[in-house]
């Protein structure tokens, strides 16, 4: 399965912003997923992830209240929703199964100013 992030953008502190992963190759409905971040010089982060049923939702606590993780395995189509965004929400942010198992891909770029 390929996996492709994109929706990221350049906004400010407070603003939302919706990020899609879209999957290609093979469905993802049997797979955990989750959204990861990396800013240059840390160790990329888990953010969020989501049972295959949708069953249950897990997020790192800096993200907590303000992020949601959803899906549609319809669409094969993994989301995250980033409400009051942060300056230090700034990243590349990746989706992967979990345990990721994909190639990264290039990520999305958000960037949250102040």
């Known amino acids: 399965v390929q996996l492709q992030a994109s929706g990221g953008g350049s906004v400010q502190a407070g603003d939302s912003l919706r990020l899609s992963c879209a999957a290609s190759?093979?469905?993802?409905?049997?797979?955990?997923m989750g959204w990861f971040r990396h800013v240059p010089g840390k160790p990329r982060e888990f953010v969020a992830a989501?049972?295959?049923?949708?069953?249950?939702?897990y997020y790192a606590d800096s993200v907590k209240g303000r992020f949601t993780i959803s899906r549609d395995n319809a669409k094969n189509t993994v989301y995250l929703q980033m409400d009051s965004l942060k300056p230090e929400d700034t990243a590349v942010y990746y989706c992967?199964?979990?345990?990721?198992?994909?190639?990264w891909g290039q990520g999305t770029q958000v960037t949250v100013s102040s």
């Open positions: 992967n199964t979990v345990p990721s198992s994909r190639p």
């Open positions: 190759g093979r469905s993802i409905s049997s797979y955990d």
């Open positions: 989501i049972k295959s049923t949708s069953s249950n939702e």
